[in-house]
């Protein structure tokens, strides 16, 4: 059998992965090490566990606004509770009970109401971000000494390189995310409503359970996210992660996920995570380039495999178009 | 079922309606579009819920409120939409239908088993990773049969299965329907297509404006008897309707088309519409029927020969100039094409003479409700006001509904492309009646067509088109469906 057409989105970013990857070592000295693969993995392991969840959302053909203003809420949380002298731990676990709640709530009324995704997240995401500023108006910082034992957590890779604590909890997340997609019937069902909800419908499948249970996971993958970013920069602020639910977006898309839904594999959005921390690390390698080019470059990329989905999809249309 | 009612805002959709289902029986389900069938079968396997009335299952009553529950029970459905998600492969497909796995885990490898099992009860050998969009309508039409079915399945439901399938096709389902029938399962079979009815079913019921006309053995009943059930008027005005009628002299000449073409979508071709005169426009699928008609109307740009209106030059022609110069184009696909389903039917028929006043010259609210009342009236559009959304009517009188639109801009030219395509015998013969009642008026029309009967019955002047380019054209005693078939055939197919 040939290789199977769904892979190519996902082979297309590895090859770039890995090519920016090399082009950044043939310009620099020690960029192609395992230092520089981690520090990437653990600065961008916040957006990677946001995009993991909000790969279910857009895989089920929505789109969930409310990601950025979710870690923002959730670091301040983190921050004042441990002010009052709350154990992170148990803030993290309240406050990832908190994001499945807000996601299964914006589900509910998505599927309840029949209103498009966009508004109603986009609703969640003025509202968290308003509670930010009724919890506090300043930067928090966390003093607990947990927090001192969570950057200290290392595993080594071979070379010089160190796998952080933010980064294992991303590679877990990632690995629970990926058995969600491709090994339970949940999983098959976002597949299935994202290529075509009506027919998803009539084959059995429960739209409405399954439309909460995407958003309760995207809340639950952004409240994570939280919980990373407020341990990881030890500190809550009440503007933490504005935008970043576009960032999440930009990662999934790189990632090979089509954004029309029921296309795209939890996998690609590590490495569409990954090429947007290789970028930023690149232009900060060269160090006369201005931060403005993190960007223009991130959306020159994003373009670029918007045009090959284009492609991708256009040239399985005409195989598979006899759909009237 | 016994006693089904259904009732939509505005319209009752099933009307106090009894259907007895008996093992191994193919029961064939009938009515005009707007009937109530397809709310029926929803009703019968869960899609929808019913207002009253009692589901009678091996003589209990069963209660269900999804397709999946009605599934377990034994009551399986394959809807009119082949309904499978095209970028999954089969697999993942079949295994949306089946319960397999503990806490929700999928083992692939069983789903996988499952799905060759399934997929065997059919004969049917395909590669189960790809994905359901590469397979024809055909196969897909099986794989939607297969994942429809479970060991327990007692009711089969097939709405509309031979809809996109060509005969051979068709052949190949009915010997998998005829299968499932020694199998001991009910299969209740809706069609329009008549002559599949009298093939395969042991039974029919016919339905008429949400009420059952009658249940009557195959055997019992002749196609004429069939016909004016499902459309509740004496046979002699249907046939009449289809019949061919006199010719009469046409007159003056509006649009002259001579070398209209586009490379790799028509050979250039002649053709010539006179006033108060119907050209048919006759040839198999994608012998170039619906690109000649948007061709004239401007629809697709040509690249050669010249085409006048009224005497004067109308290229390169843009649809809003034929618009301008009153030719109106009914296209083929009333959904995509034709209508815009979230408007009213006022809305959709202001639609067209809006943009030819221009954009800035509104239509008073009083004379639209007055037009769209006039149209309804006219055309016999079945609704109880002109406030409906369009996509709530049936085919029928979304079609009449196109027509009212592009009447409403006072054509000079029509241009219809499929008109009758998916609309029942009823209002098949209502809309031949309304395009002879046009040309009678002096309006000149051009209808394309792959209902060989239906060009026989309007037309004065046939154009036959195959692979692409003109190959004949008939005038008046000459127009019979021998002659258009041989045409259409070539002469090697007639010398054999």
């Known amino acids: ?324 | 079922m016994k006693g089904i009612c259904k009732s939509f805002p505005g319209v009752v959709a099933l009307d106090d309606v009894d259907l007895t289902l008996r093992p191994g029986e193919v029961h064939a389900l009938l009515g005009e579009n707007g009937a109530g069938k397809s709310t029926l079968v929803k009703v019968l396997t869960g899609a929808i819920s019913r207002d009253r009335g009692d589901i009678i299952l091996d003589g209990t009553p069963v209660e269900f409120s999804t397709t999946a529950e009605a599934a377990n029970l034994g009551i399986s459905t394959v809807f009119q939409e082949v309904n499978l998600v095209s970028a999954m492969s089969v697999t993942k497909n079949l295994a949306l239908a089946s319960q397999t796995g503990r806490f929700g885990v999928i083992s692939w490898k069983k789903a996988r088993q499952d799905a060759r099992e399934k997929l065997k009860r059919l004969d049917l050998d395909i590669d189960l990773e790809q994905p359901v969009g590469t397979f024809s309508v055909a196969i897909q039409q099986l794989i939607a049969i297969a994942s429809a079915l479970n060991d327990n399945t007692k009711v089969l439901v097939l709405d509309e299965p031979t809809a996109s399938l060509d005969a051979q096709e068709t052949r190949a389902l009915f010997d998998i329907v005829r299968e499932l029938k020694s199998r001991g399962i009910a299969v209740v079979f809706i069609t329009h297509f008549l002559e599949q009815v009298f093939e395969i079913s042991d039974r029919i019921s016919v339905l008429r404006n949400g009420q059952l006309v009658g249940t009557k053995p195959i055997d019992d009943i002749s196609r004429g008897e069939l016909i004016s059930m499902m459309i509740g008027k004496e046979l002699g005005e249907v046939e009449s309707a289809f019949s061919r009628r006199e010719g009469k002299e046409p007159g003056a000449e509006i649009v002259r088309a001579e070398g209209l073409g586009r490379r790799r979508t028509l050979q250039p071709c002649d053709i010539s519409l006179h006033k108060g005169e119907v050209v048919g426009l006759a040839g198999l699928l994608g012998s170039g029927r619906t690109e000649l008609t948007k061709l004239i109307f401007g629809a697709i740009k040509n690249d050669s020969g010249t085409m006048t209106v009224n005497g004067k030059q109308q290229l390169p022609n843009t649809p809003r100039k034929s618009i301008n110069t009153g030719i109106a184009l009914c296209p083929e696909d009333r959904k995509t094409e034709g209508l815009v389903g979230e408007l009213t039917i006022r809305e959709n028929i202001v639609l067209s003479m809006q943009a030819k006043k221009g954009w800035l010259r509104k239509v008073p609210f009083k004379e639209q409700q007055k037009l769209a009342a006039e149209m309804i009236k006219a055309m016999d559009i079945a609704t109880p006001d002109a406030e409906k959304q369009v996509r709530q009517l049936s085919g029928g009188n979304q079609q009449k509904v196109v027509l009212a639109r592009a009447l409403a801009s006072k054509p000079d030219v029509m241009l219809l492309d499929e008109p009758t395509r998916g609309i029942d015998v009823g209002a098949h013969a209502e809309i031949i009646v309304l395009i002879r009642k046009l040309c009678e008026e002096g309006l000149a029309l051009l209808v394309a067509s792959s209902e060989i009967n239906e060009i026989v019955a309007v037309a004065d002047r046939v154009v036959i088109l195959r692979d692409r380019s003109k190959v004949g054209e008939l005038v008046g005693q000459d127009v019979t469906r021998d002659a258009i078939i041989e045409t259409i055939a070539g002469e090697d197919v007639a010398d054999s």
Not at chain 1, 88 to 106: E, K, N
């Open chain 1, 1 to 324: 059998m040939t290789l199977n057409k769904k892979y190519l989105p996902l082979i297309a970013t590895i090859v770039v992965f890995v090519a920016l990857f090399v082009i950044g070592g043939s310009m620099y000295r020690n960029f192609l090490s395992t230092m520089v693969l981690g520090n990437i993995l653990a600065d961008n392991s916040f957006i990677i566990i946001a995009a993991i969840g909000a790969t279910f959302v857009i895989l089920s053909g929505g789109i969930d606004l409310s990601v950025g203003s979710m870690i923002g809420f959730v670091g301040v949380c983190m921050a004042v509770l441990d002010s009052m002298g709350w154990h992170p731990l148990a803030t993290a676990i309240f406050m990832l009970f908190f994001g499945v709640a807000f996601g299964a709530a914006q589900g509910f009324i998505i599927d309840f109401c029949k209103i498009q995704p966009f508004i109603v997240t986009l609703a969640g995401l003025f509202l968290l971000r308003g509670l930010c500023f009724m919890v506090t108006l300043d930067s928090v910082p966390i003093q607990h000494e947990f927090v001192q034992f969570y950057s200290s957590i290392k595993v080594d890779l071979p070379g010089r390189g160190v796998l952080r604590s933010s980064a294992l909890v991303m590679l877990v997340a990632l690995a629970l995310g990926i058995f969600i997609a491709h090994f339970t019937r949940f999983g098959n069902h976002v597949y299935a409503m994202g290529g075509d909800a009506e027919s998803a419908r009539l084959m059995g499948v429960n739209i409405r359970t399954t439309t909460v249970k995407i958003y309760a996971l995207a809340g639950f993958f952004s409240a994570l996210a939280g919980v990373v970013y407020a341990l990881y920069t030890s500190s809550g602020y009440p503007l933490a992660g504005s935008t970043l639910e576009l960032t999440a977006i930009a990662a999934v898309v790189l990632g090979g996920t089509l954004l029309s839904g029921g296309v795209g594999m939890v996998a690609g959005t590590l490495f569409g995570g990954m090429i947007l921390g290789l970028i930023s690390t690149l232009i900060i390698f060269n160090g006369s380039l201005n931060s403005a080019w993190i960007m223009i470059s991130n959306g020159a990329l994003l373009f670029l495999f918007i045009v090959m989905h284009r492609v991708l999809v256009g040239s399985f249309d005409l195989k598979g178009g006899t759909k009237e």
